[in-house]
C-alpha cells in the first residue's frame, strides 16, 4: 500500500497533493540523517514485525517517509521523524492499527499537504539526500507560482528495500502552497 495522490506540474516542478492518512512514526533526534533513518526503520520494523498490543505483523508499505526539521545551529539536534505508511485496511472509517509496545512508536496523522517533489536513484545515503532537498528548494524559490509552506523543515521518502543495488527510487518534497 501507498498513500494516494494526485498530481500536476508547476514550472517544470512535479506538485503532488495528498490526503490526510495515519502513519506509523517515531522521532529520532540526532545530527546524522543516515544514523536516524536506520534507528527509524529498525523501530518500526520491530512495530510491524509484531512489537505491538495484538502481537500482529503488519504489511510493510511504501514510502519511509521522513520529515526532517533542521537544529537551530550547526551542532544542534535535528528532529526527525520516520513514518511507515498505515495499511490501508487500518485507514479510517477502519479499525485503527494494533497499538505499539514500545514508548518510542506512536501512531499519527499527518495532514493533507501539498509538495514539490524531485526523484532520484541510486543509494539513498545522507549526504545524496541533502544535496537533492537543496537542488530542489532551489527550484521552488526560482519557480513563479510556488512557495514554501513551512520554511526549513522538508522530507525523505524511499520506496525500495535495502538490499535493492540497482532502479533504486528516492524523493524529496517540500511543502508548498
Not at 495522490?5 to 506509523?24: C, H, K, P, Q
Not at 510556488?146 to 520506496?159: H, M, N, R, V
Request: proline residues 7%.
Amino acid at each position: 500500500d501507498c498513500p494516494e495522490f494526485t498530481n500536476s506540474s508547476v514550472d517544470s516542478i512535479e506538485v503532488r497533493e495528498y490526503g490526510s492518512a495515519l502513519w506509523s512514526s517515531t522521532q529520532v533526534l540526532g545530527v546524522d540523517l543516515d544514523d536516524a533513518v536506520s534507528t527509524g526503520f529498525d523501530r518500526l520494523f520491530d512495530y510491524i514485525s509484531g512489537a505491538n498490543e495484538a502481537e500482529k505483523a503488519i504489511d510493510m508499505t511504501a514510502p519511509v517517509l521522513v520529515k526532517v526539521e533542521p537544529g537551530a545551529g550547526p551542532n544542534c539536534n535535528t528532529a526527525f521523524t520516520i513514518s511507515f505508511f498505515v495499511p490501508f485496511e487500518y485507514q479510517p472509517p477502519n479499525s485503527p492499527p494494533p497499538a505499539p509496545t514500545s514508548t518510542d512508536v506512536f501512531t499519527q496523522t499527518i495532514d493533507a499537504q501539498k509538495v514539490a517533489v524531485k526523484s532520484f536513484g541510486g543509494m539513498s545515503k545522507g549526504n545524496v539526500i541533502i544535496t537533492e532537498a537543496a537542488a530542489l528548494e532551489n527550484e521552488v524559490n526560482k519557480a513563479a507560482d510556488l512557495t514554501e509552506a513551512d520554511g526549513e523543515s522538508w522530507w525523505f521518502a524511499g520506496y525500495d528495500p535495502p538490499f535493492r543495488l540497482s532502479d533504486r527510487h528516492n524523493e524529496v518534497w517540500i511543502n508548498v502552497q
